[in-house]
């Protein structure tokens, strides 16, 4: 007779897989895409826009591009906004965004660059739960 | 222009589908709990708004 923590730690069939991990880095480089991997397109593509709007929203308000710093807001900042991905690189590449908030709005464009970080780590996440098998469908 | 309150109906607007998708399993659900988070966020905004107001005044 198995424990309930023994039904816990037991790995569920997909986890074996490299699906789950694939799905988990690709959602997090592209918003969406993990969930399109899995053939949740409506999912994903829903993703995709409301993350890529908060990320041109941010970009057009002169949101604040956060690089590593040993100032420790700073740092949560740079964590926050490199869970967009592809985005924060193309940021960092092409000088997108500001250096440091010179606008009142442009606290508003951190803050919309931050979020849709989080927001696509926590899809990201969710993707990669959806394949595993953790979240029903 | 964007306003303020703009800005705010975009944020709550993107972050709510986010969360609807990734906090339940079921579609309905998933519009169900976008929706509510769209309430909240934009209540609490202009709950807030009031106080603060109250408060200057």
């Known amino acids: 007779m198995t424990t309930e923590a023994q039904k816990i730690s037991k790995p569920l069939p997909a986890q074996q897989s490299s699906l789950p991990w694939l799905v988990l880095f690709t959602g997090w480089i592209v918003p969406g895409a993990g969930h399109v991997?899995?053939?949740k397109w409506i999912r994903g593509t829903?993703?995709?826009a409301a993350i890529l709007g908060m990320y041109l929203l941010g970009l057009g308000l002169?949101?604040?591009i956060y690089t590593p710093s040993s100032d420790i807001l700073d740092l949560l900042g740079f964590?926050?906004?490199l869970g967009m991905g592809m985005g924060y690189f193309l940021a960092r590449l092409f000088g997108w965004g500001a250096g440091s908030v010179l606008l009142t709005v442009g606290d508003y464009g951190t803050k919309f660059l931050t979020v849709a970080g989080l927001l696509n780590i926590i899809a990201a996440v969710d993707a990669h739960s959806l394949a595993n098998g953790r979240k029903a469908s | 222009?964007?306003?303020h309150f703009s800005a705010v109906l975009l944020f709550a607007l993107c972050v709510s589908v986010v969360f609807g998708i990734t906090q339940r399993a079921d579609p309905k659900k998933m519009v169900r709990f976008g929706l509510f988070?769209?309430?909240c966020l934009v209540g609490a905004v202009i709950v807030i708004s009031w106080l603060m107001y109250a408060i200057k005044h």
Do not use: N, S, Y
Request: net charge positive; no cysteine; proline share 0%.
């Open chain 1, 37 to 39: 991997l899995l053939g």
């Open chain 1, 46 to 48: 829903l993703i995709f």
């Open chain 1, 62 to 64: 002169q949101g604040k």
């Open chain 1, 79 to 81: 964590l926050g906004q």
């Open chain 2, 1 to 3: 222009m964007l306003t």
């Open chain 2, 37 to 39: 988070t769209f309430a």
